[in-house]
């Protein structure tokens, strides 16, 4: 059940409040025997409810008087004020992340081969936009079916938001898709990368009939390579992220004529 206390008032404060609503106008000394709270601590409660603004005192009477604020603008004030608190919070974890982004650079590039792999539609989703993430020159994505990255739902959403995020810090993102790709991607998603991608300087889109499997090479350094779903045609199944320059450069060379024989896509 909901409680003043989940909108940050003490235990004392919200027993002062509720007595000041059940009671109307009245004085601190009759406020603590209807609250059950402590005499010794009621004025305290109240100065703090005051600034708050949960409560209105007359100070012009003998003894002093106090009255709660309507319920409805008391809570209002309440979610207000933790609002501020979540807003103030944010800036701080945004100032630690920018303070960890420096702190925790990378030095010296990983040297050698490394893979891994995710298996499941949003396991492999995760991976594909952790490594997107991680592009500072280049992203190349290629797809011969509508895999996961152009449905309408959330997963979707992500791929194409991290691929805007790319071109805003300055990477170059071509796609290579096929015209049966092209003629069934829904409307809705067609729209949302014209809208959001399309007219980039750094963003192209070509179309062409000889492309068989679906893969991302990131920054000449890694390649991500999709799974089909054996049981489910169009989906993933899993996808293997591989660092090694030397086989990303062999894929390079593979995808260069492909791509310099599509036809522009004009979203």
Request: hydrophobic letters at 40%; proline letters at 6%.
């Amino acid at each position: 059940m909901a409680s003043l206390r989940d909108l940050g008032l003490s235990e004392y404060e919200a027993r002062t409040y509720r007595g000041l609503l059940r009671a109307g106008a009245t004085t601190a000394k009759e406020l603590s025997r209807t609250s059950d709270v402590p005499m010794g601590r009621i004025y305290d409660v109240l100065n703090g409810l005051e600034q708050y603004g949960l409560v209105r005192s007359q100070a012009a009477s003998r003894p002093k008087k106090y009255v709660a604020v309507e319920p409805e603008t008391a809570l209002d004030r309440l979610l207000e004020d933790k609002r501020r608190e979540l807003r103030e919070k944010a800036e701080q974890y945004e100032a630690v992340v920018d303070d960890l982004i420096a702190d925790l650079d990378v030095s010296q590039p990983v040297e050698g081969q490394f893979w891994t792999a995710a298996v499941g539609p949003e396991e492999t989703v995760d991976l594909l936009v952790e490594r997107l993430a991680a592009a500072t020159a280049e992203i190349v994505m290629v797809s011969p079916t509508p895999s996961f990255q152009f449905d309408l739902g959330t997963l979707g959403e992500r791929v194409l938001g991290e691929l805007e995020a790319a071109l805003d810090r300055g990477v170059v993102v071509s796609m290579l898709l096929t015209p049966e790709l092209v003629e069934q991607l829904p409307r809705r998603v067609g729209e949302a990368y014209q809208r959001r991608l399309a007219g980039r300087d750094a963003f192209e889109v070509r179309v062409s009939p000889d492309v068989t499997g679906a893969f991302h090479l990131v920054d000449e350094t890694e390649v991500c390579i999709h799974v089909p779903n054996p049981l489910e045609s169009g989906t993933a199944l899993a996808m293997f992220d591989l660092k090694d320059p030397e086989f990303a450069s062999d894929v390079r060379a593979m995808f260069e004529p492909r791509w310099a024989e599509a036809e522009p896509l004009e979203l």
